[in-house]
C-alpha cells in the first residue's frame, strides 16, 4: 500500500513539473507568435499587432489586431522542450 502511495505521489509531482518544464522552456518569440497566427486568420504577418501574450503549460494565449482594426484571440499549442519546438496550428477566434 505504502509503494502504491509513494508511486502516485511521485507520478503527480512529475506531471506538475512537466507543466513547469513546458512554460519555462517555450520558444516563441513574439514574431513567432504572429507568424503562427497570421496564416490561419488569413494576414501577412506584418498586418498584425500582437495584443496580448500568456502563457501557462503547454499554450500560449494571444490577442492580435489585424490592420483592419479586427480583434483575435488565439491558442498556440506547443513550441516548448516538451513537444520539441514542434506547434499545432493554431485555434483563433473573433474577439467579441
Same mark, same amino acid.
Given at each position: 500500500?505504502?509503494?502504491?502511495?509513494?508511486? #502516485? #505521489?511521485?507520478?503527480? #509531482?512529475?506531471?506538475?513539473?512537466?507543466?513547469?518544464?513546458?512554460?519555462k522552456?517555450?520558444? %516563441?518569440?513574439?514574431?513567432?507568435?504572429?507568424?503562427?497566427?497570421?496564416? @490561419?486568420?488569413?494576414y @501577412?504577418?506584418?498586418? %498584425?499587432?500582437? %495584443?496580448?501574450?500568456?502563457?501557462?503549460?503547454?499554450?500560449?494565449?494571444v490577442?492580435?489586431?489585424?490592420?483592419?482594426?479586427?480583434?483575435?484571440?488565439?491558442?498556440?499549442n506547443?513550441?516548448?522542450?516538451?513537444?520539441?519546438?514542434?506547434?499545432?496550428?493554431?485555434? #483563433?477566434? @473573433?474577439? @467579441?
Amino acid at each position: 500500500m505504502l509503494k502504491s502511495s509513494l508511486l #502516485c #505521489c511521485l507520478a503527480a #509531482c512529475a506531471l506538475c513539473a512537466c507543466s513547469t518544464i513546458a512554460e519555462k522552456t517555450n520558444f %516563441l518569440s513574439d514574431d513567432d507568435a504572429k507568424a503562427k497566427v497570421a496564416g @490561419p486568420l488569413g494576414y @501577412p504577418t506584418g498586418a %498584425l499587432t500582437l %495584443l496580448t501574450r500568456k502563457t501557462e503549460g503547454v499554450n500560449t494565449y494571444v490577442t492580435v489586431r489585424a490592420s483592419d482594426n479586427k480583434t483575435f484571440v488565439c491558442t498556440i499549442n506547443g513550441g516548448n522542450a516538451l513537444s520539441m519546438g514542434l506547434v499545432n496550428p493554431p485555434d #483563433c477566434r @473573433p474577439r @467579441p
